[in-house]
């Protein structure tokens, strides 16, 4: 055993119990710091995330092997004062090639509750860089994470798996507004009502350019404070005629139950918007906008529903995208797996060259007494006809041996290197 | 090298922008990670080639490039593919070049067609001849952006209408910048088209004044056609113009350029297999013959 891992995700550990779990960066080099001194020689690397919490372990052959899945199961447990017999049925642990299979999915985002989301990778370069900072990183969890992050990247810029988006708010205004509008920094946007999806689509707004953003709601007070908190202007709801012939771009959530938008009112207002084109992204349920509207021309009308149908699609073409994304995971493991057991070959590899560079001293040496008239360029070129020689020796069991570990630890043709060479330990 | 430039054809870029057109094409039947490249690289080698075949003409052939039909579509399919490679690299994931590369191989096959001896021109009318076929160039030019900017448009304003969300590899760009496109293509083209044909009536007159060269009637096919281009051309850009501020503007702003596309295309058969007086060798009744082929060689001869 070289790798160990235990953890758990929002598929498997209640919330309740994920939030007493979850390490905060300062906790989570405590525990860092904990366990280089519980398990000297011993590697980890601790991912703490709002919807999982991994410990990774690791330990190379002279330091013995890392602590057992159960065994960081009370760990972790005693760092965050937590009974372990609460987190054994809901953690889950791993040996070996399954830790790496399970961290290069992570990392690609196919264990997340959004199929593709980004963020966990660079939530994963922290976690590493934080084992970096508590020196509980090592050879081992180095290459890991590193195989990890390319991984990541393989999978994202050879599949479509994280292109798609797959919120509302991010469809809205990505698919759909900016498939009307160039650019949103000469815009007027109108936010109808202050509810939660609002503030959303208004922060992803903000980030495409829009610098005008109104927001009016019924009650005054709470356009106020959204308005405060998001950077926009606060306007009166009885204005709402001729902000939405001033605006380019309307978000209505308001939790109205029937229309606050008529086709009569909209005819008023369209009027005076003198052909420009209106967005209307209408998030409220009920509806806010009279459906009739979105067919007058210049108006592109979005119900929760419609972007619902194109988030559902996006999300269909995800899903479509993880047999491509398993196989990139695991040609990467195999990957990964062969690397490292063939790093286990080192120590006998090392020892045989020693061995036969040894004998092949020893022999120049006889060989230079025997004939004192060769001059150094001679020497030189029969040292190097020596060199080449071993190495050519050496090529073949070193070929079987790296063949060998794509498969798995070479353990019987180390074993027969050994008898056949007599490379003691 | 010289031999490599001179060994170059028609054929070398076509089939280059050919093959970059497949590559465009077959985004709608599958993704690929290295289609990309191939397409620029495809359309690259067909400018280049493009670009050596049209300066060795230059190099060795008497008063290009805009001097015979065959130059002038080779150059305007030029520019269009300069144009389409620009907007590609700009735009990996927007498909132009669906739009634009039929028209530059179209270009390209017109020009196949077409004579390759130089318009008739005398050192007293060459400018005049330049600025007709540069502003007839340009007209065509932003005719065929603004179809492309038009077709695009009324594809996108599809899509936004049925609620469908933009394809991986096919993204089209908005609406507000195509339709300033094609407004702007629109009025340009109407302009461009307007100063060619009344550069081309000077061009006559000079040669009618001068006696220098054959000129063209007013009934001739050539006049008629780049006439009523023209007069579609200024009409539609008034008619654009004029809808600018109505909520139907930018619909009408793409058809109107979609039909400025057909109405030069035809306009381009007529004048491929119709028959003219434009840019014919001088003609002369026998008893002029004496005294025009001696003022001809004294304006055109070395």
């Given amino acids: 055993m070289t790798l160990a891992f235990v953890g758990g995700t929002h598929r498997t550990v209640p919330l309740a119990l994920r939030e007493r779990l979850a390490f905060s960066a300062e906790q989570a080099a405590e525990a860092l710091t904990r366990f280089r001194e519980r398990f000297p020689g011993r590697e980890g690397v601790l991912l703490s995330t709002c919807n999982r919490v991994e410990f990774y372990a690791a330990g190379a052959e002279a330091d013995g092997p890392p602590p057992p899945p159960d065994q960081l199961v009370s760990f972790l447990a005693e760092c965050r004062g937590i009974d372990a017999s609460l987190l054994t049925p809901v953690l889950t642990g791993d040996l070996d090639e399954a830790v790496v299979r399970h961290l290069f999915s992570v990392a690609a985002g196919l264990d997340s509750m959004v199929l593709g989301e980004p963020q966990i990778v660079a939530q994963v370069k922290q976690a590493w860089s934080l084992a970096q900072e508590s020196r509980t990183s090592g050879p081992l969890t180095g290459e890991m994470f590193q195989a990890a992050l390319r991984t990541a990247k393989r999978v994202a810029t050879e599949t479509a798996l994280g292109r798609e988006r797959i919120s509302i708010p991010s469809v809205a205004v990505a698919d759909f507004a900016s498939g009307v509008f160039e650019r949103f920094d000469d815009k007027r946007v109108l936010l109808i009502g202050a509810g939660k999806m609002a503030a959303e689509t208004l922060r992803y707004l903000r980030a495409a350019g829009a610098r005008d953003m109104l927001i009016v709601n019924r009650t005054a007070g709470r356009a106020g404070d959204l308005a405060a908190r998001l950077g926009a202007r606060a306007g009166r709801f ?188 | 090298m010289i031999e490599f430039v001179s060994g170059i054809s028609v054929v070398c870029f076509a089939a280059s922008y050919a093959v970059a057109l497949a590559c465009e094409a077959s985004r709608l039947l599958f993704r690929s990670g290295v289609r990309g490249a191939a397409m620029i690289a495809f359309a690259m080698a067909g400018l280049v080639a493009h670009t050596l075949f049209l300066a060795w003409r230059a190099a060795h052939e008497p008063a290009v490039p805009l001097s015979s039909a065959f130059d002038w579509y080779l150059l305007a399919a030029w520019l269009l593919a300069g144009g389409y490679l620009w907007l590609t690299i700009a735009n990996p994931r927007t498909p132009v070049g669906l739009f634009m590369l039929p028209v530059v191989l179209g270009l390209i096959g017109a020009a196949q067609v077409s004579s390759r001896a130089p318009f008739p021109q005398s050192p007293a009318t060459q400018i005049w001849g330049s600025i007709h076929g540069i502003f007839n160039l340009a007209a065509s030019v932003a005719v065929a952006i603004g179809a492309l900017a038009g077709a695009l448009w009324l594809i996108q304003a599809g899509r936004l209408a049925r609620k469908q969300p933009p394809l991986r590899s096919f993204r089209l760009p908005s609406l507000e910048r195509l339709a300033h496109t094609t407004d702007r293509t629109l009025t340009i083209a109407a302009w461009t088209a307007a100063a060619g044909f009344l550069s081309g009536i000077v061009l006559n007159a000079v040669n009618r004044q001068r ?92």
Avoid at chain 1, 338 to 348: E, F, I, K, N, Q
Wanted: glycine content about 6%; some cysteine; hydrophobic content about 45%.
């Fill in chain 2, 211 to 302: 006696g220098l060269l054959e000129t063209v009637p007013w009934t001739d096919p050539v006049v008629l056609r780049m006439a009523a281009l023209v007069a579609w051309l200024v009409t539609a850009a008034v008619a654009a113009r004029v809808t600018r501020r109505s909520a139907d503007g930018p619909r009408t702003a793409a058809w109107l350029s979609l039909v400025s596309f057909g109405v030069l295309t035809a306009s381009i058969l007529w004048g491929v297999f119709g028959t003219t007086r434009h840019g014919a060798p001088p003609v002369q009744p026998v008893a002029a013959q004496a005294v025009g082929q001696h003022a001809f060689e004294r304006e055109v001869m070395p």
């Fill in chain 1, 238 to 425: 009885e204005n709402l005629s001729a902000e939405l012939a001033a605006a380019d771009l309307v978000v209505s959530t308001t939790g109205a139950t029937a229309p606050v938008v008529s086709l009569e009112l909209f005819a008023e207002v369209e009027l005076r918007r003198a052909g420009r084109p209106l967005v209307v992204l209408d998030l409220a349920v009920p509806r806010d906008f009279d459906p009739r509207i979105g067919q007058r021309p210049g108006v592109w009308l979005y119900s929760v529903d419609d972007l619902a149908a194109a988030c559902a699609a996006n999300r269909k073409s995800r899903q479509r995208e993880l047999p491509a994304a398993l196989t990139i995971i695991d040609e990467e493991t195999q990957r990964f797996m062969g690397d490292l057991h063939h790093r286990s070959t080192a120590p006998v590899i090392e020892r045989l060259r020693a061995g036969w560079n040894e004998t092949g001293e020893a022999e120049l040496d006889r060989l230079f007494r025997r004939l004192p008239g060769l001059d150094d360029a001679s020497r030189a070129e029969i040292r190097q006809a020596f060199d080449r020689y071993a190495a050519k020796l050496l090529h073949p069991p070193l070929a079987s041996l790296r063949s060998e570990s794509r498969a798995g630890p070479p353990h019987g043709l180390l074993d027969a290197l050994k008898r056949l060479f007599d490379l003691k330990d």
